[in-house]
């Protein structure tokens, strides 16, 4: 005899929490049917009945629904933010606190942050997180073009062999500007981005 879920089953369309029900699972058992989700954020998920019912799971628990849940900072989500955190830490330091060792080259030089980055804390960081995403274990972030603010349209995540590369290449500032102009991958200027971290 298959056991039956104390449940009833669940429809595409249906909404638990930040959840929305595309379809049933395949080769899931009976008494606890998997549901295909996806997240308000775009995250897809299997959840089970279960779960979905007893309102055990209201998001996909992933990125950023995972910082909103329980905290960026704490426990297990503290290794999944700390390096994404210490280059927004490191660019906002470089802009706007004139002790630091590297504001002549941005904060002096006029350098800003765009202002959804600069929203109290911690939407600011959440938002620079929703632009540019966890930042990957061998990358830094860097401004595609060099002489331009740090905003979302300008701003990626780097390699250090791929930003000393465009070091090396020891263009002018106005070639740098124009291969920026005509798309060509970020390129460095070496007295500019000496202080990067
Ligand atoms: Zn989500």
Known sequence: MPRHSKYPSIGPGSRFGKLTVIRKMRHT???????????????EVSVSNSRLNSGQRKRCAI?????????LFTGRNRPLYQRTYSSYSAMKSRCLNKTHTGYEYYGGRSVTISARWLEPAPQGFLNFLADMGLRPRDKTL????????????????????????????????????????????????????????
């Open 29 to 43: 058992k009976n008494y606890n049917q998997r549901y295909l989700c996806r997240c308000d954020c775009g995250n």
């Open 63 to 71: 990125g950023m629904c995972r910082a909103n849940r329980s905290g």
């Open 142 to 197: 860097d401004r595609k073009n060099p002489f331009g603010n740090y905003e979302p349209d300008n701003c990626q995540w780097a390699t250090a062999k791929w930003q000393a590369n465009n070091k090396r290449a020891n263009y002018t500032p106005e070639e740098i500007v124009t291969n920026f102009e005509q798309g060509v991958p970020s390129l460095q200027n070496p007295e500019l981005e000496t202080a990067a971290f």
